[in-house]
Nanobody, 123 residues
């Protein structure tokens, strides 16, 4: 399985971005898909995830009300809509996928990773 993330960029505080992550290869093995982010000098942190069959969604408290995750199973693509961006949202955003349906926040539980896309929010 390969994950290709896109959509990062530079935006002013209060602005919006939409990230996309397209899966290819043995996509039938993918169930939960989500996003993590890693700011300079910090550990990789869970942002959001969505299951494939049940449609369950989970977002980190820090992004609730501002970010939305959605998924198009026919296109094997997961999206992350980032609204009301803050400078502290600046990070490299990684998409991830796992072969189980359950959403978890532990990055070690994910089997596949994209290359990351940089989001920079200026104040």
């Amino acid at each position: 399985v390969q994950l290709q993330a896109s959509g990062g960029g530079l935006v002013q505080a209060g602005g919006s971005l939409r990230l996309s992550c397209a899966a290819s290869g043995r996509t039938f093995s993918i169930y939960a898909m989500g996003w993590f982010r890693q700011a300079p000098g910090k550990e990789r942190a869970f942002v959001a995830a969505k299951s494939r069959i049940g449609g369950s969604t989970y977002l980190a408290d820090s992004v609730k009300g501002r970010f939305t995750i959605s998924r198009d199973n026919a296109k094997n693509t997961v999206y992350l809509q980032l609204n009301s961006l803050k400078p502290e949202d600046t990070a490299v955003y990684y998409c991830a996928a796992r072969t189980l349906e359950t959403i978890v926040v532990d990055p070690t539980a994910y089997d596949y990773w994209g290359q990351g896309t940089l989001v920079t929010v200026s104040s």
